[in-house]
């Protein structure tokens, strides 16, 4: 079992749409979260951080259920920028980091 | 703040010569950092864990031998593709955490270096 999982989609969502990403991840000891924003032939950029207590940055929500053992992105009002392909990342002990495959995320005019 | 800096952004090298890739941490320092693989249209691949002052760790299937990684300061790590195959043509990222002893803290990107061997 990976220990990062994700839906690679594609999601195709019209503009002003909301859409949620969903990660799970496998050890129950993971420590921090994060999800970074990739666009196409560049290097993924840090778009918030995961804590316990959910967090909001503008149109970006970002909640962790650590019983379930995932973490979800939710994206509201989506603008045409907003396409890249959405990656979540899981820490271990050891400073292991662990990346999620990536999803794919087109806003539609 | 929390710039990392990676060198040369783009090369092409002919088929059995070698290629240094620069990565550097330009305001803070990084005991840690990381290099990664990316082929078209797939996700990041871990190549290695560069600690500074100590040898790479590398992940399985990677040929320490072939890509040689050097983590000489605080600020400087450097990725070197020795003997480069065609089949090594990709795009390199390297990261670099500000990892300290009190938790794990998020990784910053490089822009990468594209290697294209001829």
């Known amino acids: 079992r990976k220990e990062v999982e994700q839906d690679p989609g594609p999601f195709n969502v019209p503009e002003g749409a909301t859409v949620a990403f969903n990660c799970t991840y496998s050890n129950s000891a993971s420590q921090s979260f994060f999800w970074y924003r990739q666009d196409c032939r560049k290097e993924p950029k840090l778009l918030m951080s995961?804590?316990?207590s959910g967090n909001e940055d503008g149109r970006f929500t970002a909640q962790l259920n650590r019983a379930s053992q995932y973490i979800s992105l939710l994206i509201r009002d989506s603008k045409l920028s907003d396409s890249a392909t959405y990656l979540c990342v899981v820490t271990a002990a050891g400073n292991q980091f662990y990346f999620g495959t990536g999803t794919s995320l087109t806003v539609i005019p | 703040g929390a710039v990392v800096s990676q060198h040369p952004s783009r090369v092409i090298c002919k088929s059995g010569t070698s290629v240094k890739i620069e990565c550097r941490s330009l305001d803070f320092q990084a005991t840690t950092m990381f290099w990664y693989r990316q082929f078209p249209k797939q996700s990041l691949m871990l190549m290695a864990t560069?600690?500074?002052?100590?040898?790479?760790?590398?992940e399985q299937g990677v040929e320490k031998d072939k890509f040689l990684i050097n983590h000489a300061s605080l600020t400087l790590s450097t990725l070197t593709v020795t003997s480069a195959h065609p089949e090594d043509s990709s795009f390199y990222i390297c990261?670099?955490?500000?990892?300290?002893?009190?938790?794990?803290?998020?990784?910053?990107f490089g822009p990468g270096t594209r290697l294209t061997v001829t």
């Open positions: 995961v804590y316990s």
């Open positions: 990261s670099a955490s500000p990892h300290g002893t009190g938790g794990y803290y998020e990784q910053y």
């Open positions: 560069s600690n500074e002052g100590s040898k790479a760790t590398y």
